[in-house]
């Protein structure tokens, strides 16, 4: 067991695992109700806090792990978790690399990496056991630049992001998660040195949902971290909804929960005391219960026009282009294996026509170009389509907007932007062996598959990790963006004899990818792309 005793927390009482200390479920936040405001915690009470286990996660699905292995294609053990909770699941889990003594050294000053889940803002936890930072944590004492790992919740689905003009008029406020997570920052900085981290050294990192949370810090005016990286998702992923779509998603979870009679008054109450697995479990499918442009922790409209200028637009404005020391994005070369797309099937390379055609009717021309780049017709056979549209969705969902935000940065020598690749393809049986996809990049990153892994995709991860380790101590990986070349650094596949590689010209060929997204993007204006994928995978 390990035993830290914080100068304003008291003693916590971890756990030793592979070289680190692991402190977990610690609460960061309290809750009055399921849809309040966070309010920090600063005080565990006397006597000594049992950090040895998860604490709850925020309410989702409990079996949603499952999923998560499925894309992934391989699993792991899981841990005990606690059964979710409406109150008590903002808790976060800190790993702490132990000196050569086996103790901690409280007074290191080690810069840290706060991990943000993804699952569409629907489902995830930090517990999941991917995520453990221990053997990432282990590496950077093995290289001389140790880190702190830390894994957080914030509440998801119905707590996290349902609001309407009712809720917010009874001081409801919108995107309950982002808060949370905001807060998370609030009690990292404020006790992390009592683990011997630095408060002026945080890294925000996150993936698929979490990405585009970590990425949506950046509009912040307070600076939350001194450093980003998104992979596997950033804002352009999907935009935030309107009020008006979020007051329609509401409308029709109330009708769900058989609250369309009451009062405003009865129906937040109600909301407020519906037994915990009904939030999940009676919302129909489809309802956007997602980010909404608030003009608090989402201010504006991204796209692509305002993300890859250099210049404020007020429409959108990116106070992290002045105050974070660098940002990092990374995608993969197949990052949309999560889309459920198999409902369109028979036929779906017709109703992929159909509604390319629709979208685009103003311009025909674009619309031939993109179906003819991407070899996809009405009789296309139903598998061939299917992966044709997923490899458009990457390209255009994750591929440009990286680019996008590589060419709006402003590649100052305070604020650097670094740019990567993730190509090295999944090892496991499943409908995506061989191909770079969504989560995979993760499952590299953090170290917990490499018992599973190959000579070469253990040589793919170990590199991947150490290039993070080195831009959370502030060291350049690999060169930074610059005079307009989207310079980047190229991880697998192992099979071609590839681990890692720095590509100066950023070349689409040569980093793994095809430039057509790029000419449809030239010959119709990226977010008219962009919207292509979205009206379908929308069913427009």
């Known amino acids: 067991m390990a035993t830290l005793k914080h100068g304003e927390l008291g003693e916590l009482k971890g756990n030793v695992i592979d ?9 960061y936040a309290s809750l009055e109700n399921r849809f309040a405001q966070p309010q920090l915690v600063t005080n565990y009470g006397a006597g000594p806090v049992d950090a040895s286990k998860y604490g709850p996660p925020p309410v989702s699905p409990p079996e949603a792990i499952q999923r998560e292995f499925g894309f992934i294609q ?15 699941g903002l808790n ?3 790993t702490v690399p132990l000196g050569g003594n086996g103790s901690i050294e409280s007074g290191a000053k080690l810069p840290v990496y706060v991990f943000i889940h993804g699952g569409g803002f629907a489902v995830g936890s930090s517990w999941y056991p991917h995520y453990n930072p221990a053997p990432l944590v282990k590496i950077s004492t093995e290289i001389g630049k140790p880190v702190i790992g830390i894994t957080i919740n914030y509440r998801l689905g119905v707590t996290g992001f349902l609001t309407s003009e009712e809720l917010r008029t009874a001081g409801y406020k919108a995107n309950n998660g982002f808060h949370d997570q905001r807060m998370a920052l609030k009690w990292i900085k404020k006790f992390i040195n009592g683990f011997g981290g630095d408060p002026d050294e945080i890294t925000v990192c996150g993936e698929s949902a979490g990405g585009l949370s970590a990425s949506m810090l950046l509009i912040s005016e307070e600076p939350l971290m001194k450093r980003c990286l998104s992979t596997g998702g950033a804002v352009l992923l999907f935009k ?3 009020l008006v779509v979020a007051e329609t998603a509401y409308q029709s979870v109330i009708q769900a929960f058989g609250l369309a009679d009451k009062s405003p008054e009865e129906r937040i109450k109600s909301l407020m005391t519906l037994p915990i697995d009904e939030l999940w479990q009676k919302v129909p499918m489809g309802v956007p219960l997602l980010p909404v442009t608030d003009g608090e922790t989402v201010i504006g409209d991204p796209n692509f026009v305002n993300v890859a200028s250099q210049d404020d637009d007020p429409t959108f404005l990116i106070p992290g282009r002045k105050w974070c020391a660098a940002f990092m994005i990374g995608e993969s070369k197949l990052d949309v294996t999560y889309m459920g797309l198999d409902a369109r099937n028979p036929g779906i390379g017709a109703k992929f026509v159909e509604s390319v055609n629709k979208t685009l009717s103003p311009n025909p021309d674009a619309a031939s170009a993109l179906l003819s780049s991407y070899n ?3 009789t296309t056979d139903d598998d061939e389509a299917m992966l044709s549209i997923l490899r458009f969705a990457s390209e255009i969902s994750f591929y440009a907007p990286a680019l996008a935000f590589a060419k709006g940065w402003s590649q100052a020598k305070d604020s650097k932007f670094f740019l990567y690749h993730f190509n ?9 062996k061989g191909e770079a996809g969504h989560i995979l990049d993760v499952a590299f990153l953090f170290q917990n598959y490499n018992e599973f892994l190959n000579d070469g995709q253990k040589a793919v991860a170990r590199a991947y990790g150490e290039d993070f380790i080195k831009f959370v101590n502030g060291i350049d990986p690999w060169p930074p963006v610059e005079g307009g070349k989207p310079g980047a650094r190229v991880y697998g596949p192992s099979s071609a004899g590839i681990i890692a590689k720095y590509v100066p010209s950023g070349n689409s060929e040569e980093v793994g990818r095809q430039d057509r997204v790029l000419k449809l993007g030239e010959l119709a ?3 008219a792309i962009l919207e292509v994928f979205q009206a379908f995978f929308q069913g427009r």
Not at 74 to 88: K, N, Q, R, W
């Open 240 to 242: 935030p909804i309107p």
């Open 424 to 432: 090295e393809g999944n090892p496991w049986e499943g409908r995506f």
């Open 525 to 527: 204006g990226f977010d």
């Open 74 to 88: 391989h699993s792991l053990p899981t841990p005990d978790v606690p059964l979710h909770s409406d109150i008590e």
């Open 92 to 94: 976060l889990n800190i």
């Open 19 to 27: 070289g680190t200390a692991q402190f977990l479920g610690l609460k």
């Open 376 to 378: 996809i017709s009405a």
